[in-house]
């Protein structure tokens, strides 16, 4: 089968690969029908995430049909169409129970300590081969794969695989209630997600911060207020539009993409955050940071009483109800998905997506 593989820091390719096939009774093969491109994946390409392992099939957004079920898995049989969840959780573990599917104690190989397993990421999270290709082994499929509601387009499903979810997360950490200010640092597709989220979840007013003209565009998508940091200063232009008394919540949705000027950690996002966030306010990060970045204002965050709260998306936690929410018609997160390319075009699609070329904003790769 042909699948995206990384290859090394900026080296990827279109390969021909071995077909997947059942390797445990909890296991699935699903055939992708459509897949996509994440910023996450561009940390692998980049470097600023470190651990890839030569050969491994990258993505982690995907849904598809079933081919193939080991004996153990009983929700699923072939034919079925499903949406698979980025994050690899057992089902059974007792995070799992509570709800932790990121922190599963089972289904990283490397031990109960090392984290969040996922779909095409580095070594230490397991590594599992991911979804930019034809076909997919979905370990503990009977957990990892949601069946895909009548009426819901692969377009819409292909966003809850990570980035609905996520930005649903996100605005969950930073305990968005009923008539908040809420700003999102970053106008990428997980950012305006977590803007959509807020105002599902009862936000007064949402803006959004970024520095790049087409993504605030497409911003307004979410009736967002929209700050141009190239600009005007951000910190100032929060202050000024709440009266001086700045954001109640804030949801990091760059992380180290959004460096400071020195160029290492903390990322400016992080200080934007704790600068423009009132005083008893609270911050989720959904940002991806790296485990060696261990630099945070924690003096200027402790002074202002805040609350800040962190961490990868509990995925099959949030799923069937955003499927459920968008065959409803009470959620279309559809507006940022701006380009559809097929799998052979995926490397040339990384390159477009990797330079913020104007409608990259969120790029599906379908099937051939």
Request: aromatic fraction near 6%.
């Amino acid at each position: 089968m042909k699948a995206v593989v990384w290859q090394s820091v900026g080296k990827i390719e279109l390969n021909q690969v071995p077909d997947p096939a059942i390797q445990d009774p909890q296991d699935a093969v699903v055939r992708i029908t459509t897949s996509a491109i994440c910023g996450t994946d561009l940390h692998f390409v980049r470097g600023t995430m470190p651990g890839m392992r030569p050969g491994t099939v990258l993505g982690h957004e995907a849904v598809g049909v079933v081919e193939e079920v080991g004996p153990q898995v009983r929700n699923f049989r072939p034919g079925d169409r499903v949406m698979v969840c980025s994050t690899i959780a057992c089902g059974t573990c007792s995070y799992c129970r509570a709800g932790y599917f990121a922190q599963c104690d089972v289904a990283n190989p490397n031990g109960p300590a090392a984290g969040t397993s996922f779909f095409g990421g580095p070594e230490s999270t397991g590594p599992f081969d991911g979804l930019q290709a034809e076909y997919a082994r979905i370990p503990y499929a009977h957990t990892g794969l949601v069946p895909i509601p009548p009426g819901v387009s692969d377009e819409a499903a292909i966003l809850v695989s990570d980035i609905f979810p996520t930005g649903w997360f996100g605005a969950r950490l930073a305990q968005v209630g009923p008539g908040d200010v809420v700003v999102v640092l970053g106008a990428g597709p997980v950012g305006q997600l977590a803007a959509l989220s807020a105002r599902m979840q009862g936000a007064g007013r949402v803006l959004i911060v970024d520095g790049d003209a087409d993504r605030l565009r497409n911003a307004h998508g979410q009736n967002a207020e929209t700050v141009d940091f190239t600009a005007e200063d951000p910190v100032e232009a929060v202050k000024d539009l709440t009266g001086g008394i700045g954001a109640d919540r804030v949801v990091d949705a760059v992380g180290v993409d959004a460096r400071n000027t020195e160029g290492d950690a903390p990322a400016q996002a992080l200080n934007w955050a704790v600068e423009m966030v009132a005083k008893a306010g609270s911050i989720g990060v959904i940002g991806v940071y790296p485990p060696g970045a261990t630099t945070f204002p924690i003096g200027a965050a402790m002074n202002k009483n805040l609350t800040i709260q962190a961490g990868n998306c509990n995925h099959r936690r949030y799923a069937p109800k955003l499927l459920s929410k968008i065959a409803s018609g009470a959620a279309d997160p559809t507006t940022v998905l701006t380009r559809h390319e097929d799998l052979p075009s995926a490397v040339s699609a990384y390159e477009a997506f990797d330079r913020h070329d104007p409608g990259w904003t969120k790029v599906s790769l379908e099937a051939a």
